[in-house]
Nanobody, 118 residues
Framework: QVQLVESGGGLVQPGGSLRLSCVAS????????MGWYRQAPGKERELVAT??????TNYADSVKGRFTISRDAKSTTYLQMNGLQPEDTAVYYC?????????????WGRGTLVTVSA
C-alpha cells in the first residue's frame, strides 16, 4: 500500500507565496519521476511541474519563472510557488511514478487547495 499526502495549501493574496509538500509512505522500493498537477474549477487536470530522479525539471509555460519543484533523496517533493495569481487557484495534486511490490505505478495524492484572492 502506497500513500501520498500533500500539505501547504491555503489562502494567499495575489503576489504571495506558498510552499507545497508531498510525502510518500508505504511499500516503496524506488521513486522515479515526481510531479505536481492542478485542477481548477470547471477545468481539466493539468501538469504544473515534474522532476526526475536525476533532477531534470519540466514546467508548464504558465508557471515558468514563478514555481520551483524540488525533491529530497527519499520520498518528498516540494513546490515553491512565488508570484501567485488568481489563475493559480486550484487543487494541487502530487504524482509519483514509483516501484512497489515488483511493479511500477503512478500514485496520486488527494490534493491540497490553493486559493489566490484579495
Amino acid at each position: 500500500q502506497v500513500q501520498l499526502v500533500e500539505s501547504g495549501g491555503g489562502l494567499v493574496q495575489p503576489g504571495g507565496s506558498l510552499r507545497l509538500s508531498c510525502v510518500a509512505s508505504g511499500n516503496i522500493v524506488s521513486i522515479n519521476t515526481m510531479g505536481w498537477y492542478r485542477q481548477a474549477p470547471g477545468k481539466e487536470r493539468e501538469l504544473v511541474a515534474t522532476i526526475t530522479r536525476g533532477g531534470s525539471t519540466n514546467y508548464a509555460d504558465s508557471v515558468k519563472g514563478r514555481f520551483t519543484i524540488s525533491r529530497d533523496a527519499k520520498s518528498t517533493t516540494y513546490l515553491q510557488m512565488n508570484g501567485l495569481q488568481p489563475e493559480d487557484t486550484a487543487v494541487y495534486y502530487c504524482n509519483f511514478y514509483l516501484l512497489t511490490s515488483g511493479y511500477w505505478m503512478n500514485s496520486w495524492g488527494r490534493g491540497t487547495l490553493v486559493t489566490v484572492s484579495a
